[in-house]
């Protein structure tokens, strides 16, 4: 998955002969997006780039647990939840950071990551897992995104 081209991930991805929902992996590669989008944003992060890589693996994780009889389903879905909200925790720090024009990237990676962990909760779940806090996370990316409309790029 790591070097795979992009279009080939999506024909690969489209093909209903898949064995189990890869929600949680499709979650995980919107998070590792939008972990570098806040790269980006700052002009290099060192944690936003280690949670791409993060994001990234756990994409790959959670691609191997759905194809593969692996015991614990859940728990790389689990851990998307998890790193969506340390995506969403360095997006608001970056508020009040980066140059207001990289504000609309960092409020793009936010909601990337809310939808993210509402996304890896669902896979959970159906996986006879519980996560918590997507809900959370989503509300604090639903924040960014207000804070980033508003002007008040402080105090979110």
Known sequence: MRDQIVSDF???LARPALPAPAGATVAALA????AALLSRAAGGDAEADHLT????RLAEIDAHAVTHDV???AQPAADVVAAAGEVVRVAERLLSTVDPAALVDVSAAAEMAGSSARTASVAVESR??????ADAV???AARVTEAVRSGAHSGV
């Open 128 to 133: 006879n897992g519980f996560a918590a806090g």
């Open 31 to 34: 998070l590792a997006q939008a």
């Open 71 to 73: 015991p614990d389903r």
């Open 10 to 12: 999506l024909k690969t």
């Open 53 to 56: 890589r993060h994001a990234l």
């Open 138 to 140: 989503a509300e604090r």
